[in-house]
């Protein structure tokens, strides 16, 4: 069945960095954008940026620029979100999901916490 | 960067009666990429409606949308037990996207 799967639960110090993966598979991985939306404790969603699998581009977040990088590996349908520079209010769950075509996120991933503590 | 703004936070409402949330922008947004979500609590947000009207796959007919501009809707007829969640409207345009605050619909 389609389905993203990713990456476990990952704790980093503050200023460290973290990368996330998120594999595909039940899909044409390079038809479909894959998007990272992550949520605070207590919060509510914020997007982060997306990939286009095929070609590689990316765009990503204001509040995040400098600080993320989307990657994408097409032999085994993965991308990868990577954070540098984490800070205590990095700390959350990390999704990625898949856009149907239309900017709207059909699969999700089963997310991946992040906790970024000294 | 278009902002947001969902409204009421929390809506309180019985099972079987009719629930109304509201998104407003704060610029146009194309209606073809205004979508809702539905999140219970400890689960992945799961997709209801895109291009502002459209219902995902699975998703049963008492969920509407409408809107246009900077005013979008979530319309549930009759609230079903397994209903009450938190609501998120998400919009994409300029090749960024955000998500509205949510909307919290519990049981009175």
């Known amino acids: 069945q389609v389905q993203l799967v990713q990456s476990g639960a990952e704790v980093k110090q503050p200023g460290a960095s973290v990368k996330v993966s998120c594999q595909a598979s039940g899909y044409t991985f390079v038809n479909y954008y894959i998007h990272w939306v992550r949520q605070a404790p207590g919060h509510g969603l914020e997007w982060v940026g997306v990939i286009n699998p095929s070609g590689g581009g990316t765009s990503y977040a204001q509040k995040l620029q400098g600080r993320v990088t989307m990657t994408r590996d097409t032999s085994t349908g993965t991308v990868y979100m990577e954070l540098s520079s984490l800070r205590s209010d990095d700390t959350a769950i990390y999704y990625c999901?898949?856009?149907?075509?239309?900017?709207?996120?059909?699969?999700w991933g089963q997310g991946t916490m992040v906790t970024v503590s000294s | 960067e278009i902002v947001l703004t969902q409204s009421p936070g929390t809506l309180s409402l019985s099972p079987g009666e009719r629930a109304t949330l509201s998104c407003r922008a704060s610029?146009?947004?194309?209606?073809?990429?205004l979508a809702w979500y539905q999140q219970r609590p400890g689960q992945a947000p799961r997709l209801l409606i895109y291009g502002t009207s459209s219902r995902a796959t699975g998703i049963p007919d008492r969920f509407s949308g409408s809107g246009s501009g900077t005013d979008f809707t979530l319309t549930i007829t009759r609230l079903e037990p397994e209903d009450f969640a938190v609501y998120y409207c998400q919009q994409y345009g300029s090749s960024l996207g955000t998500f509205g605050p949510g909307t919290k619909v519990d049981i009175k």
């Open positions: 610029q146009s947004v194309s209606s073809s990429y």
């Open positions: 999901a898949r856009d149907q075509g239309w900017r709207a996120f059909d699969i």
